[in-house]
């Protein structure tokens, strides 16, 4: 039977054996209050409310998926009761300031909730998540007037939030939306337009729905530099319905318990956000946080199709093993996770789980750290550092996501194709998480353009000698091997920063062909430094669980031999790229 | 709007430009009737059938299902109608023998009409997949009473064929199987047990379902030895209705208009085919044949969605280019075919369209030869030639195809993950192709323990000598870079190959481990290896068509570029697994 088990043991060994989390959050957060037993009991709660609400009703609802009636949504049963109780033990407000009700718990800890939501339940997910983003962007840009109204509401749960951006010309590209907001004399706007891909634009979860919106007052600039955003709330404050109505769902390959609305806007009063022309920049505070939650969803669904695919070869007898455990010498055939290919699928699949739990809970650190460390420069540091990783995050890890659902069901054979068997609704829900939020191809442009190129490579020069101490202190000893690969990475990397600044501003085209191997070659860069930290903090803490530490070593072994490699093809293609570009790459 | 236009302008450049097919079929296959002609002709008709009979009920096909009602299979609207034509126009006997009432027309034609039917409509070829196959085991194990009975109406398409091995435990492992077959004292046998995962199991396309079944002869040997072939037919020749019931169909991820069955043998009247104990043998000569047309299903996909994924890159405008063309200037946004990132994924997918297509029909040219060159000895050779390249065809065209569509997918954006675009489809419906036939970790195995181990590497030897004849005649002029790319290939399978037979049977551990990235290496030798033939190919007729030339030349150039260096992480996983497991690689 497909499960859930929240992987509650590894979660707190990247936090506390290979990130230190509490320590530093205490020291360099000022969460005094913080400490293993509180993180675990998170966890562990987290792991309750995922596992034992939100994965009960995961099948059923992509089964039944949503019903678009008149104007009105409902969702799949159950995802009524499952969001109430989401609501009544304060998920939604885990990490949003005690000002206006939230937990005030740490980002990193919001990070692994989101994970499990999404290993128990993607579709239901979509609901509330956009929910935190959104908190901050009005947090950040709203007036005070619209914070004290909408806050307290957004952070409790009680209404929900949309991110409504889309238009059907204006996808990736923002500046094309044709939304008009017509301001009227209350210092309101009328907004007319049509919206869609809207996550949750209508549904029967909250009473209300809270619409961020993009649209644009006439006269201002033409191009992304005219966009403004408003909140259009769906019950107006004097209680009058808005006029926004959906006018219809998608149906889609994946995420079927979501509702994926077209939204009318029909004179629809809003409230600027913000200055006016200045949207884009407010929505960004919410796309950068939203960004990192999708890497969540990556990870989050390689987890679930992992431990199933993990039990299922180990309960699956088809033929013999080419070494047989002596003990299994009479039987007709061996478990299939005894055979090397699908040893390796598991292997490889865990391999990006615990490396990309470690690489989304450090940059989920470095949120923590961005907003509350004491020293300001190192506040600025932190912030510049998770711009760098924010685009591998999400590219990255939605990739490993979709691979992973994918060699899961290899695992799986004949029966991975069938729905029942649950392992393809993971494959199918997944397959989005690489195209929202900005594709997988927009975040490694603004990686290399922006984040490399933007500051002449000093961010990822920093990242790269946080990587070389590293390498330094594991240059000798059991890890020596796998050192030297990860230095030959850094090592690569500083050069094609030197490429990528000396091709410059005047001549992006050869940046544009090669940005996705350059992410590829930072995702590995980062996993490979964290699983590297992880097997020396295994090796130093074998003793206290042999048979958990010794897992991770095998893991650490696996993905450099297997996975790693990867960065000899990324090489390859930016050597032979550049060369037809003209640009050379030396060290 | 996703459409389907056959590519027989690409079929018949790599029929004739890159394989002198035509020519090779008359005067090495004894088939003196065909010529250019003859052939544009066949691949005309096949592609107006595919396309306006098959390819408009996919889509529905795919929306409505198969539906079960109490043993009885009903395939979706129009699927009946499809058959009907498909029967009617004699494409079922296209490469059978005549004196069984087929066309006698070559197995490399019937490769691309294959290709054709599965770019157009996957589920419902799935009803016709397994008939030539049938054909052809009846042909070579059946009694001249079985062969005489049941060949005339397989041929024609009057009656279907399955192929029922699957049991629930016995999968992959076919030894493990345990339906009985009783001897009765008319020479025939009772069959009972219970069957899974059988494609068109049971349907109402034709009026008798012929099955092909595995079962055990009691008092045989255990494992794999003691299987016996059978022929069940739904309705036995003297008119009665035989104990075999449809208990019940699957729901699957994809090829959801194909009734997957459960089948129950409840004392059904069997035939022998061949030897007692030697079905497998016998099975075997009919999952090769399969396991070619599953490489043209991964084909047939991958065309499909490219073709529709590059109409829409040019017809969707999102943002300015990098390098905008001067007569779009004054555009607000460019075709999202101008942005390198989408440009590569459309290049990428162009290029194992392109390759896999000349690898499908060389393999398809040499099943001709292998069973009609006047030389004994060369019938020999081209049967083990094909015989290493069958898991390559089966297990890197199906790996190319699932990932064209999911490339194609993110080519759409967030249109990819909506039904009504069409994309979603293909991705759902080639996922299986990966697996079914033998997975594709099965197919490496195959390559490197049985075709490569198996005989010493001698015809991979020869595979490669025929790679350094194109090595040798471009390694000057324009081609000399990717000349010199596949030549260290084919150093580097050779020195593999060696490393292979050190390891030998008696250590077979490390060669599981790397199976699978010794068959991707052999992939892109092949393809590389073909592409550039058709490099030479149109370099040498580009006058009679520069801008058609001019693409394949750009495809070549793009290939050895960012495709072919795939190979550099293949070979790194390689050395590294080898190190692990003590053996060495070196060249």
């Keep these: 039977m497909f499960s859930y088990q929240p992987p509650v043991k590894h979660m707190q060994y990247v936090l506390s054996d290979v990130l230190s989390a509490t320590d530093t959050l205490r ?23 995922t596992a034992e609400v939100l994965f009960p009703v995961n099948a059923s609802g992509d089964r039944q998926g949503c019903r678009f009636e008149s104007g009105a949504v409902f ?21 949003c300031d005690p000002g206006y009700g939230g937990q005030g718990l740490p980002h990193v800890l919001n990070c692994a909730l989101q994970e499990m939501m999404i290993s128990a339940n993607h579709a239901w997910t979509m609901y509330p998540g956009v929910l935190h983003g959104a908190y901050t962007c009005l947090k950040a840009h709203g007036s005070e007037e619209l914070k004290q109204y909408y806050l307290p509401k957004i952070v409790s749960g009680e209404w ?35 919206k869609i891909f809207i996550s949750g634009g209508e549904h029967d979860l909250t009473e209300n729905i809270v619409h961020l919106v993009l649209a644009r007052i006439p006269g201002g600039p033409e191009g992304s530099k005219g966009v403004s955003l408003f909140v259009v709330p769906k019950i107006c404050p004097d209680g009058s319905r808005n006029q926004v109505t959906c006018t219809g769902i998608e149906h889609k390959m994946g995420i079927r318990g979501s509702a994926t609305c077209s939204l009318e806007f029909a004179g629809a009063t809003g409230w600027l956000v913000g200055e006016p022309h200045r949207g884009l ?7 950068n946080a939203a960004r ?39 039987q007709p055939a061996d478990p299939i996770a005894l055979h090397p290919p699908v040893r390796r699928l598991l292997l490889s699949q865990r391999a990006y789980v615990e490396g990309g739990r470690m690489m989304l809970y450090w940059s989920g650190l470095m949120l ?7 020293i300001p420069q190192r506040r600025q540091d932190f912030e510049q550092m998770l711009a760098l990783v924010t685009p591998v995050v999400k590219a990255f890890l939605t990739e490993k996501g979709f691979q992973g659902a994918s060699d899961a069901l290899q695992v799986y054979g004949g029966y991975g194709v069938i729905t029942e068997t649950g392992v393809e609704q993971y494959l199918r ?90 992410l590829r070659l930072m995702g590995h860069c980062i996993i490979g430094w964290l699983l590297l930290r992880s097997a020396s903090a295994s090796c130093n803490n074998r003793e206290d669980d042999y ?22 093809a990324a090489l390859a293609v930016l050597r032979a790229s550049f060369a037809q570009h003209g640009l050379s790459l030396t060290w």
């Design 547 to 568: 048979a958990f530490h010794d897992e991770r070593l095998e893991t650490v072994d696996h993905y450099f031999a297997y996975e790693f490699t990867e960065t000899h």
């Design 368 to 374: 923590d750290l961005a907003e509350r460390h004491p």
């Design 75 to 95: 969702t799949p049963d159950g995802f009524r009761d499952a969001y109430r109780q989401f609501v009544d033990s304060g998920w939604a407000a885990l990490a």
């Design 160 to 194: 929900l939030v949309t991110m409504a951006l889309t238009e059907p010309q204006a996808g990736s590209d923002v500046g094309l939306l044709r939304t008009r907001a017509v301001e009227g004399d209350t210092g309101t706007y009328r907004l007319s337009g049509n």
């Design 281 to 287: 920049a407010a929505m960004f505070v919410m796309m």
């Design 292 to 330: 990192m939650l999708v890497g969540a969803q990556g990870l989050g669904i390689a987890e679930t199709v992992y431990q199933n695919a993990a039990r299922y070869a180990n309960e699956r007898l088809q033929m013999k093993a080419v070494d047989r455990p002596a003990e299994r010498k009479d």
């Design 27 to 49: 020291v360099d957060a000022g969460y005094n209050e913080i400490d293993e037993q509180l993180v675990r009991q998170v966890l562990e709660e987290a792991g309750r409310f």
């Design 429 to 518: 829900d997944c397959r989005v998480t690489m195209i929202y939020e900005g594709t997988n191809e927009i975040q490694a442009i603004d990686l290399v353009v922006r984040k490399i190129l933007g500051d002449q490579g000093v961010r990822l020069g920093r990242f790269l000698e946080l990587v070389r101490a590293t390498v330094q202190a594991e240059r000798t000893g059991p890890f020596a091997g796998h050192s030297e690969c990860l230095s030959k990475l850094a090592t690569e990397l500083a050069a094609i920063a030197r490429a990528v600044c000396e091709s410059g501003t005047a001549n992006l085209t050869p940046l544009h062909w090669v940005a996705g191997d350059v």
